[in-house]
């Protein structure tokens, strides 16, 4: 089973930013900032997940994350802002700005570099890591 690393790098109330390893970092990741791990609002606690693929209602394939205390449904898919999160992990090429807010920026192709690392696989193992 695959393993990928989250690294968080910054938290604040415009968001939660990582860079995502596979060996080496391929892709940064957006988060909502930390509110105690509520539904919606919150950004996944620090931790080891196991990621399973999904087809999400549109037909496109992504990767859920499972056994999050205290939640459900949390996703990783192409964001650009916190606007574009519900407590699920975005992934973009970089980092830059939209609409005068801290984002991430290329989110359609970093999503597709994701799915093709992951290409041939149901789960991988997501280890995410508090910045220190």
């Known amino acids: 089973m695959s393993h990928l690393i989250l690294k968080r790098i910054h938290s604040s109330h415009d968001g939660t930013f990582g860079v995502l390893i596979d060996d080496v970092p391929f892709c940064v990741t957006l988060e909502l900032p930390w509110y105690g791990n509520k539904e919606n609002v919150s950004c996944v606690p620090s931790g ?3 990621c399973v693929r999904i087809r999400r209602p ?5 990767f859920r994350l499972l056994n999050v205390p205290g939640r459900t449904d949390i996703l990783i ?4 802002t916190v606007k574009n999160l519900k407590g699920c992990i ?3 090429e970089e ?3 939209l609409y005068g807010q801290p984002a991430i920026i290329d989110s359609g192709q970093a999503f597709r570099e994701l ?3 992951l290409k041939g696989l149901n789960m991988f193992k997501l280890e995410i890591l508090e910045y220190t």
């Not at 898919?77 to 650009?80: D, I, L, P, S, V």
């Open 48 to 50: 080891n997940y196991t």
């Open 58 to 62: 549109s037909g496109e394939e992504t």
């Open 77 to 80: 898919h192409r964001a650009n």
């Open 90 to 92: 975005g992934v973009g």
């Open 95 to 97: 980092y830059g700005a």
């Open 115 to 117: 799915m093709a690392r």
